[in-house]
């Protein structure tokens, strides 16, 4: 398994779980007054960001025959 793979499994999981925690901490309210919701719609937008980069980065990488 290469790493470009690897990284087009994590990627999307990555992407999955930063989406998941944005909602989490939308729907629990009070998002820039409770520090907790703020700091998880923050770290849900940088998971999502990661993983939306690694999943570029390994279909940039692929070689240009690879898609045959």
């Given at each position: 398994?290469?790493?470009?793979?690897?990284?087009?499994?994590?990627?999307?999981v990555a992407m999955l779980a930063?989406?998941?925690?944005?909602?989490?901490?939308?729907?629990?309210?009070?998002?820039?007054?409770?520090?907790?919701?703020?700091?998880?719609?923050?770290?849900?937008?940088?998971?999502?960001?990661?993983?939306?980069?690694?999943?570029?980065?390994?279909?940039?990488?692929?070689?240009?025959?690879?898609?045959?």
């Amino acid at each position: 398994m290469s790493i470009l793979t690897l990284f087009m499994i994590v990627g999307p999981v990555a992407m999955l779980a930063g989406v998941a925690m944005m909602v989490i901490a939308i729907r629990s309210g009070g998002v820039g007054e409770q520090p907790k919701s703020t700091v998880m719609l923050m770290s849900g937008m940088m998971a999502c960001a990661f993983g939306i980069m690694l999943t570029a980065f390994s279909i940039a990488g692929q070689p240009v025959g690879a898609a045959r």
